[in-house]
């Protein structure tokens, strides 16, 4: 397309290692789309070990009219870099409190995890943001998640303490996003209001084989648990990736195993119909 300096092959490269150019044809395009309603919600499921759904994440996805369907990684980091990961954001928010608000009125919870960019958790009005799509669509604060990575910590730490308290106050639950991929993971856990950590894919992954990554499974499994966080694996792509964290019922498992990610209003009208309690 035109507007994307005609290089059809744009998007399929990742967004890091994007050129300048392309970086910008990816702005000028994302800034039509959210006009023009292109994003799309998708849902994966978080289950326990016998499959069973207990949460999911949402995921955004760009249906581009002649590229099709664009991943985040292809899109998200380029909106972090210019003020379009706060429209992106808000319109994630937005369509995840109502499919939460449906979810209520048909009698039925299922918390669901939203990604939160650090740009978008630390502009001003974000705490309002998220408590204003709440209530416009009924949902329930405790049924949403917010998925932060210990990169939202950038200088201050109790500014960010401060921030997720207005919101934990109000019902709002934060998970740790990659965890055991940052710095300095473990002294965040003490800090900071958080009710959940995932585990990363690349730990999950190896675990059943290498004694190393299972060491820190394990450690952060059992730190999780003398702290009252909740557990979320997440990369479960395998029968053998699902039993070796069956160990640990209440640990919640993510992954193409259980679930792809799939369009968020399908996907929820079918949980309603088979699995709703
Ligand atoms: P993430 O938050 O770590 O999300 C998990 C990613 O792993 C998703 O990729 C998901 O589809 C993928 N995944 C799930 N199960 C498996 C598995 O078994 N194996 C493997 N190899 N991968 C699995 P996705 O949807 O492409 O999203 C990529 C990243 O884009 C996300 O990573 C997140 O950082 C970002 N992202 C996605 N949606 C949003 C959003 O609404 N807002 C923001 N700020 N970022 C988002
Ligand atoms: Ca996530
Ligand atoms: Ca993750
Ligand atoms: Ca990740």
Not at 250 to 255: P, R, Y
Request: proline share 6%; with cysteine.
């Amino acid at each position: 397309a035109k507007e994307m300096g005609g290089r059809q092959s744009v998007f399929f490269d990742e967004a890091m290692g994007a050129t300048v150019a392309q970086r910008f044809a990816i702005e000028q395009a994302l800034r039509r789309a959210l006009g023009a309603q292109e994003l799309r919600l998708y849902l994966q499921p978080q289950t326990d070990a016998t499959g069973r759904w207990r949460a999911a994440e949402a995921l955004v996805r760009w249906q581009h009219p002649t590229q099709g369907l664009v991943p985040p990684a292809a899109f998200v980091p380029v909106a972090e870099d210019c003020d379009l990961i706060a429209p992106l954001g808000a319109w994630v928010l937005e369509a995840t409190c109502a499919e939460l608000g449906r979810l209520a009125r048909a009698g039925c919870r299922l918390p669901i995890a939203v990604n939160v960019s650090p740009r978008q958790f630390h502009r001003p009005h974000f705490v309002d943001e998220v408590l204003t799509a709440l209530r416009r669509h009924g949902a329930e604060p405790a049924d949403l998640v917010l998925e932060v990575t210990e990169g939202v910590v950038v200088d201050d730490v109790d500014a960010v303490v401060e921030r997720m308290r207005a919101l934990t106050s109000e019902g709002v639950r934060f998970s740790i996003d990659d965890f055991g991929t940052g710095y300095s993971s473990l002294s965040y856990l003490r800090r900071l209001p958080i009710h959940e950590i995932k585990i990363d894919r690349s730990f999950v992954q190896d675990a059943p084989r290498d004694a190393g990554s299972a060491a820190l499974v394990e450690a952060i499994i059992a730190v999780a648990e003398r702290l009252r966080l909740r557990v979320v694996a997440e990369g479960v792509e395998t029968p053998e990736h699902a039993a070796y964290f069956a160990r640990w019922p209440h640990v919640l498992q993510q992954g193409y195993l259980h679930g792809l990610p799939e369009p968020a209003a399908a996907v929820l009208a079918r949980w309603l119909a088979d699995e709703c309690p």
